[in-house]
């Protein structure tokens, strides 16, 4: 399965408001997961099966989504959130990641 | 706490071999399926495999990138992970992350926690 994310790229203001999307190539269910990576560092899991958010990630993030679209939300942005985002489906073998969306300060 | 703790990377040779391990802490370890996930420099990242429980029979699935060539394993008496690499080319440099999986149910199938990652560099 496939996964796009658009926008590849995305530049916003410390307060915005950003939405990440993830498409697949076919339905996975709510079987999506979303990471976050910053320079040199390892991904973090931020959110599980498509809106279940970790234990210990701040409330600003969200998701929804089932099937074949789904989306990451940050509802107002903090220093700390400009990084790399990825999408993971976990439907079915191999296990995908979307090509990651860099998130920079504007 | 969990910890995962990479190491064995390094420079090797086209057409050689390298073994990753990854010792596990803080956590029940034979409990978890546990997967490798690799980064090339610059790029996204990459599902290497699996390797399932012992109540699973210890089965296996790799990405068709590393199948015949990758084997992982796992030692559940020493918490450790391994990945043996043969066959390596330029297309296996990346930073390699050892990974809990969440669950074995289908619903559980993403990574919950991960290594600081190991760099194999594959160079004449």
């Known amino acids: 399965t496939q996964l796009t994310q658009s926008p590849s790229f995305l530049s916003a203001s410390v307060g915005d408001r950003v939405t990440i999307t993830c498409r697949a190539s076919q339905g996975i269910s709510s079987y999506l997961a979303w990471y976050q990576q910053k320079p040199g560092k390892a991904p973090n899991l931020l959110i599980y099966?498509?809106?279940t958010l970790q234990s210990g990630v701040p409330s600003r993030f969200s998701g929804s989504g089932s099937g074949t679209e789904f989306t990451l939300t940050i509802s107002s942005l903090q220093p700390e959130d400009f990084a790399t985002y990825y999408c993971q489906q976990f439907d079915s073998y191999p296990i995908t990641f979307g090509q990651g969306t860099r998130l920079e300060i504007k | 706490e969990v910890q995962l703790v990479e190491s064995g990377g390094g420079l090797v040779q086209p057409g050689g071999s390298l073994r990753l391990s990854c010792a596990a802490s803080?956590?029940?370890?034979?409990?978890?399926?546990m997967d490798w996930v690799r980064q090339a420099p610059g790029k996204g990242l990459e599902w290497v495999g699996r390797?399932?429980?012992?109540?699973?029979?210890?089965?296996?699935e790799y990405a068709a990138s590393v199948k015949g060539r990758f084997t992982i394993s796992r030692d559940d008496s020493k918490n450790s992970l391994y990945l043996q690499m043969n066959s390596l080319t330029s297309e296996d440099t990346a930073v390699y992350y050892c990974?809990?999986?969440?669950?074995?149910?289908?619903?559980?199938?993403?990574?919950?926690?991960w290594g600081q990652g190991t760099l194999v560099t594959v160079s004449s």
């Open positions: 390797t399932r429980k012992k109540v699973n029979s210890y089965t296996t």
């Open positions: 803080g956590f029940t370890f034979s409990d978890h399926y």
């Open positions: 099966a498509a809106s």
């Open positions: 990974t809990r999986v969440r669950s074995s149910d289908w619903n559980g199938n993403f990574f919950d926690s």
